[in-house]
């Protein structure tokens, strides 16, 4: 390790560690272990983008994700409802200035809260929170916030992926952005079977141009 990372180190909050260079909840085994690794799947989705303005990607985790979107995107907007998770990615984005995170919950309506929870089997994987019943943060809808454009919606919240899409159905109108979510089954946990936002954006023209692992990529065809 570098001096400079080693400094780095010494001054990590108490409970957190250094991961790359970048601050980890010091917990984690399993979620430091494969999310490096994804990044180049995000090629899938960046390939059929026509425009660069804006990125929107849930869940932020540590920045991993939002750090690799920054140099292509004029703006990336991230969420992250984990407070833990949160204050790491504040962390690791806080040198790109082109990098929004918000300490929210992306879902079909807003003005509700949201607990997080991890399996038993998950519990050395802070990428694996699903939400719940509580009151750990915000739930908001992504057509709220007006946004100026949105060429990108990357989604991978394990299982939440269905309500975040019905919540963004007018913007994702507007803008027809390509879409990326994760789909491995954990939707049924909220009532949608594996396949739901396929259907459900297939009336808006949507059909599936890869299959990277267990992600979905959709492009606007008409």
Known sequence: MARSQTAEALTMPEGYRLERGLMWPIEDRACAAVVFDTVPDMDHALEHCRKFDLAVQAGGNMGVWALALAPKFGR????????????????????????????????????????????????????????????????????????????????????????????????????????????????ERYGYLKGSAEQALAPLGYEVVARPHRDVVMVAQR
């Open 76 to 187: 990336v907007v991230t969420f992250e409802p984990d407070p833990r998770n949160f204050r790491a990615l504040v962390h690791n984005t806080a040198s790109a200035e082109n990098i929004l995170a918000l300490p929210c919950a992306l879902g079909a309506d807003g003005g509700e809260w949201c607990g997080l929870e991890l399996s038993a089997r998950e519990a050395n994987n802070v990428g694996a929170y699903q939400v719940t019943k509580g009151a750990t943060a915000p739930i908001v809808a992504l057509d709220s916030f007006n946004l100026p454009a949105l060429d990108l919606l990357y989604l991978d919240i394990e299982g939440f992926e269905m309500p975040a899409i019905l919540g963004a159905m007018e913007t994702i109108q507007k803008f027809r952005p390509v879409i990326a979510i994760e789909d491995k089954g954990l939707s």
